[in-house]
């Protein structure tokens, strides 16, 4: 398998919590890492008939066989399970006993805040980073081809194409997932609404212009945009709310969590199409936003990022706290850089004041250098230059 960065954070959680849970979108190696950062453990699926109606018929004997703890796949399948786990980690008192997974953030998230609270150390695992791709030789060499391609696993590690692994994906993932969350009477609506928010990845979220683009309600594109997140397909970055006496944006942007599912989703088959496509920006954008998501992930931690953007239009794409004040992050997609993108970064700076953070542009390019007094990263330096803006200390300068 490729070695995943949440290793350290599984291995760091279960020293100091009976029961580690892992949850992210389906296919994105949930079970491959678990069995591999805990290998003695015995491995169960709960998507195994047999096993799940035995869980749900007699959770007691059910747990009783598992005397060294066990990995418990696809837990959110038989929910009455975690008011049984609770008792029996009580009385074993065993860091690291369990090993639960889920895709579905409802179900599980529900009932290890009922059931398990303050005994669950979680981490959220989602496709390869740029970081993990790099250190096993598997980064694509090309922009096109990772925004193409994205960070699923499967297509690392077998011989397929992403436009035959993305459609069985989508195909699969509304069949088994969709329908068990809501009842939902329309698939090829659904789908047609899944698209739409591909569309609109990297933008302001308006849900009633989203609905009635889909002929829906508002209220229903709300439900159902939820459920998008629940299965962890996309997220909503939140305006940054401190104030700077000026009158912000309060509306969130929506993002993918996985760019070449995005693309797919947006009828690109090829690099050739990609290369001059209208939504080539949106996808670098909704790249470089998910990385940044992934490396707080594999920490164990939540995002916490968010943008700014004034009424008058001034924005900057990505900003979050550090001991050492704001950090702020414009990104573009192009490969050569322009004096004009620059221009959020300094309204912002000039409106938030002086932070010992020195801003960054990530880019298209192969190169990092600094311009305008910010730092410039090219795309293929997150394996070695994204991730440290997001530490304490202030990034080098190259």
Request: overall charge neutral.
């Amino acid at each position: 398998m490729i070695p995943r960065q949440a290793t350290t954070t599984l291995q760091r959680l279960a020293k100091g919590f009976p029961i580690v849970a892992i949850t992210g979108p389906r296919q994105s190696g949930k079970t491959t890492l678990s069995r591999h950062v805990f290998p003695s453990k015995t491995y169960v699926s709960l998507e195994n008939p047999e096993e799940l109606e035995f869980a749900n018929s007699d959770p007691r004997r059910f747990l009783a066989r598992f005397d060294n703890g066990a990995i418990l796949d696809e837990v959110q399948r038989c929910p009455a399970l975690l008011s049984w786990l609770q008792t029996l980690v009580d009385e074993r008192a065993v860091m690291g006993d369990f090993v639960l997974t889920g895709s579905s953030q409802f179900e599980l998230i529900a009932g290890i805040t009922q059931s398990l609270a303050g005994r669950v150390g979680r981490v959220e695992l989602l496709p390869l980073s740029v970081h993990e791709l790099s250190a096993s030789g598997k980064l694509p060499s090309e922009l096109n081809t990772l925004l193409l391609q994205g960070g699923y696993p499967s297509l690392y590690d077998r011989a397929i194409s992403p436009q035959d692994w993305f459609g069985n994906y989508i195909a699969t993932y509304i069949e088994r997932d969709v329908r068990q969350l809501i009842a939902i009477r329309d698939l090829l609506q659904f789908q047609r609404f899944v698209k739409m928010c591909a569309a609109r990845s990297g933008q302001l979220l308006n849900l009633t212009a989203l609905g009635a683009d889909c002929g829906l309600s508002a209220t229903t594109a709300r439900e159902w945009l939820s459920v998008l997140e629940a299965s962890y397909l996309v997220m909503r970055l939140q305006p940054h709310h401190e104030n700077f006496g000026k009158r912000l944006v309060k509306s969130p942007k929506l993002y993918f969590l996985d760019v070449g599912l995005m693309a797919w989703l947006l009828g690109i088959r090829d690099t050739n199409t990609l290369d001059t496509h209208a939504s080539r920006g949106a996808l670098f954008e909704t790249f470089v936003v998910s990385e940044l998501v992934k490396h707080r992930f594999n920490q164990g931690e939540a995002s916490d990022l968010y943008f700014w953007r004034d009424s008058t239009g001034n924005e900057v794409d990505v900003v979050f706290d550090t001991p050492d004040g704001l950090q702020a992050i414009e990104i573009k997609s192009g490969s050569t850089f322009a004096p004009d993108w620059v221009k959020g970064l300094n309204k912002w700076q000039f409106i938030a004041g002086v932070s010992k953070r020195q801003p960054q542009i990530i880019y298209g390019g192969a190169t990092g250098y600094e311009r305008e007094s910010c730092q410039v990263v090219g795309w293929q330096m997150g394996a070695g230059k994204l991730t440290p803006s997001l530490q304490s200390k202030p990034p080098n300068k190259e």
